[in-house]
């Protein structure tokens, strides 16, 4: 199963509205990170946010982060016809010798589309 | 600055051929990964590199799939014969990683090779 599991699996809403994406996962992490995907082009990365942090704020982009629930949101404010994409969440979780060579499990994501 | 360097970025062929993607990851990056992306199964690792020495290759579907990393510049994905079902987007992924092994950076990806096999 995947270690990161996103919800809504779609989300459709007016620009200017807020938009919210949860990540769920399930084992211990170094860090999680959220990233969009823009169609017919590869995966850019937003935001970090580490297992020692709860929140982290990038423009219009707040990330938060409750490693007793093991899960995560992305909050995007305002959004804007161009946000439309898809949002993946990934976690780093090291292996057993304490390595993670920053491998990244990532979610299904979350298809968002904002409607001008 | 550069990012990574995905080549073709569309190949059609046929069931049968040999197919060869390659990477130029960010220079200075130690850790390079591979992913295949379809609807039905996502985002998948399949196999990652660390100063271009394979670490995990788990991921990698058949024996019909191999990947080197000659070095630290560059890389190739090989499906040899190819399937139809191996259509997809295969993504390569590059990240600096700490001497010991971890790493709090992001993966920066290239394009991707929209492989269709007919």
């Known amino acids: 199963s995947q270690q990161g599991e996103e919800d809504p699996q779609a989300l459709s809403i007016q620009e200017g509205e807020n938009a919210t994406m949860n990540c769920s996962y399930k084992?211990?992490?170094?860090?999680l990170q959220w990233y969009r995907q823009n169609s017919g082009r590869g995966l850019v990365h937003l935001i970090l946010i580490r297992s020692n942090e709860r929140e982290k704020h990038s423009g219009r982009l707040r990330v938060t982060l409750d490693t007793s629930k093991k899960s995560s949101s992305l909050l995007i404010t305002a959004s804007r016809a161009a946000d439309t994409a898809s949002y993946f969440c990934?976690?780093?979780?090291?292996?057993?010798?304490?390595?993670?060579?920053?491998?990244?499990?990532f979610g299904q994501g979350t298809i968002l589309t904002v409607h001008p | 600055d550069a990012g990574v360097i995905q080549s073709p970025r569309h190949e059609v062929t046929e069931m049968g051929q040999e197919v060869t993607l390659r990477c130029k990851p960010i220079?200075?990056?130690?850790?390079l990964f591979w992913y295949r992306q379809t609807m039905m199964r996502g985002l998948e690792l399949l196999i990652y590199f660390n100063n271009n020495v394979p670490i995990d290759d788990s991921g990698m579907p058949e024996d019909r799939f191999s990947a080197k990393m000659p070095n630290a510049s560059f890389s190739t994905l090989k499906i040899q014969p190819s399937e139809p079902r191996d259509s997809a987007v295969y993504f390569c992924a590059s990240s600096p990683v700490g001497a010991s092994g971890g790493s709090n950076q992001p993966q920066h990806f290239g394009d991707g090779t929209r492989l269709s096999i007919l």
């Open positions: 220079s200075g990056h130690n850790s």
């Open positions: 990934a976690t780093d979780a090291s292996n057993a010798g304490g390595t993670s060579y920053g491998k990244l499990t």
């Open positions: 084992t211990s992490i170094n860090n």
